[in-house]
Protein backbone atom coordinates (compact mmCIF):
# COMPACT_ATOMS: atom_id res chain seq x y z
CA UNK A 1 0.00 0.00 0.00
CA UNK A 2 1.68 3.59 -0.82
CA UNK A 3 1.05 6.04 1.75
CA UNK A 4 1.32 9.74 0.90
CA UNK A 5 3.82 12.19 3.37
CA UNK A 6 2.94 16.09 2.73
CA UNK A 7 5.44 19.01 3.77
CA UNK A 8 6.22 22.71 3.79
CA UNK A 9 3.41 23.85 5.73
CA UNK A 10 3.76 26.86 7.88
CA UNK A 11 2.38 30.22 9.15
CA UNK A 12 2.83 33.00 7.09
CA UNK A 13 1.40 36.61 6.74
CA UNK A 14 -1.33 37.52 4.03
CA UNK A 15 0.13 37.92 0.65
CA UNK A 16 2.78 35.39 1.48
CA UNK A 17 3.74 32.08 -0.40
CA UNK A 18 4.51 28.52 1.13
CA UNK A 19 4.83 25.77 -1.16
CA UNK A 20 3.96 22.08 0.22
CA UNK A 21 5.09 19.17 -1.47
CA UNK A 22 3.46 15.58 -1.01
CA UNK A 23 5.63 12.52 -1.51
CA UNK A 24 4.91 8.84 -1.87
CA UNK A 25 6.56 6.31 0.79
CA UNK A 26 7.81 3.76 -2.30
CA UNK A 27 8.50 5.09 -5.77
CA UNK A 28 4.81 5.18 -8.13
CA UNK A 29 4.79 6.54 -11.86
CA UNK A 30 2.82 9.43 -10.92
CA UNK A 31 1.60 9.85 -14.69
CA UNK A 32 -0.78 6.54 -13.77
CA UNK A 33 -2.69 8.19 -10.81
CA UNK A 34 -5.14 10.84 -10.60
CA UNK A 35 -3.46 13.24 -7.72
CA UNK A 36 -4.92 16.35 -5.85
CA UNK A 37 -4.85 18.39 -2.95
CA UNK A 38 -7.75 19.15 -0.57
CA UNK A 39 -7.89 21.43 2.47
CA UNK A 40 -10.01 21.31 5.63
CA UNK A 41 -10.88 23.55 8.27
CA UNK A 42 -12.00 23.29 11.25
CA UNK A 43 -15.86 22.58 11.47
CA UNK A 44 -15.69 22.75 8.06
CA UNK A 45 -15.98 20.02 4.91
CA UNK A 46 -13.10 18.74 2.99
CA UNK A 47 -13.00 20.89 -0.32
CA UNK A 48 -10.80 19.78 -3.33
CA UNK A 49 -8.23 22.72 -3.76
CA UNK A 50 -6.50 21.45 -7.23
CA UNK A 51 -5.90 18.52 -8.78
CA UNK A 52 -2.85 17.05 -11.41
CA UNK A 53 -5.44 14.26 -13.68
CA UNK A 54 -4.02 11.60 -16.07
CA UNK A 55 -5.84 12.51 -18.95
CA UNK A 56 -6.71 15.78 -18.61
CA UNK A 57 -5.61 19.34 -17.73
CA UNK A 58 -4.98 20.81 -14.01
CA UNK A 59 -8.33 21.63 -12.41
CA UNK A 60 -8.44 24.13 -9.60
CA UNK A 61 -11.13 25.42 -7.36
CA UNK A 62 -12.45 28.89 -8.08
CA UNK A 63 -11.59 30.30 -4.77
CA UNK A 64 -7.52 29.71 -5.95
CA UNK A 65 -7.52 30.41 -9.18
CA UNK A 66 -4.54 32.21 -10.29
CA UNK A 67 -3.10 32.20 -6.92
CA UNK A 68 -1.95 28.43 -6.72
CA UNK A 69 -0.46 26.17 -8.94
CA UNK A 70 0.04 22.33 -8.83
CA UNK A 71 3.17 20.64 -10.47
CA UNK A 72 4.43 16.88 -10.35
CA UNK A 73 8.17 15.78 -11.12
CA UNK A 74 7.72 12.20 -11.30
CA UNK A 75 11.57 12.13 -11.03
CA UNK A 76 11.70 13.05 -7.80
CA UNK A 77 8.24 11.24 -6.91
CA UNK A 78 6.72 14.52 -5.62
CA UNK A 79 3.30 16.68 -6.26
CA UNK A 80 3.66 19.95 -4.90
CA UNK A 81 1.55 23.03 -4.96
CA UNK A 82 2.50 25.96 -5.03
CA UNK A 83 0.56 29.10 -2.79
CA UNK A 84 0.58 32.53 -3.40
CA UNK A 85 -0.72 35.85 -2.45
CA UNK A 86 -2.16 34.07 0.68
CA UNK A 87 -5.51 34.85 2.39
CA UNK A 88 -6.97 34.24 5.97
CA UNK A 89 -9.58 32.09 4.19
CA UNK A 90 -6.84 29.78 3.06
CA UNK A 91 -6.23 28.79 6.67
CA UNK A 92 -6.55 25.22 6.95
CA UNK A 93 -4.92 21.45 7.05
CA UNK A 94 -3.88 20.71 3.28
CA UNK A 95 -3.98 16.83 2.41
CA UNK A 96 -2.40 14.92 -0.32
CA UNK A 97 -4.52 12.20 -2.09
CA UNK A 98 -4.19 9.86 -5.09
CA UNK A 99 -5.90 7.61 -6.82
CA UNK A 100 -4.59 4.80 -9.79
CA UNK A 101 -8.06 5.42 -11.43
CA UNK A 102 -8.61 7.69 -14.28
CA UNK A 103 -11.51 9.73 -12.68
CA UNK A 104 -13.93 11.87 -14.65
CA UNK A 105 -13.00 14.86 -15.05
CA UNK A 106 -16.38 16.50 -13.36
CA UNK A 107 -15.01 14.85 -10.01
CA UNK A 108 -11.52 15.70 -9.64
CA UNK A 109 -12.02 17.33 -6.60
CA UNK A 110 -14.41 14.75 -4.93
CA UNK A 111 -12.66 13.71 -1.99
CA UNK A 112 -14.58 10.11 -1.72
CA UNK A 113 -13.04 9.75 -5.46
CA UNK A 114 -9.45 9.16 -3.70
CA UNK A 115 -7.74 6.44 -2.20
CA UNK A 116 -5.09 7.32 -0.91
CA UNK A 117 -4.70 10.09 1.65
CA UNK A 118 -1.70 11.50 3.36
CA UNK A 119 -1.80 12.92 6.82
CA UNK A 120 -1.54 16.33 6.35
CA UNK A 121 0.21 19.93 6.74
CA UNK A 122 -1.44 22.51 8.33
CA UNK A 123 -1.48 26.09 6.79
CA UNK A 124 -1.96 29.08 8.79
CA UNK A 125 -2.18 32.78 7.25
CA UNK A 126 -2.66 35.45 9.33
CA UNK A 127 -4.23 39.11 8.58
Known amino acids: QVHLVESGGGSVQAGGSLRLSCTAS?????????MAWFRQAPTQEREGVAA???????VYADSVKGRFLISRDNAKNTLYLQMNDLKPEDTAMYFCAADPSPLDYRRLLVSHEYDIWGQGTQVTVSS
Open 52 to 58: FPRFHST
Open 26 to 34: RVIDYSRYS
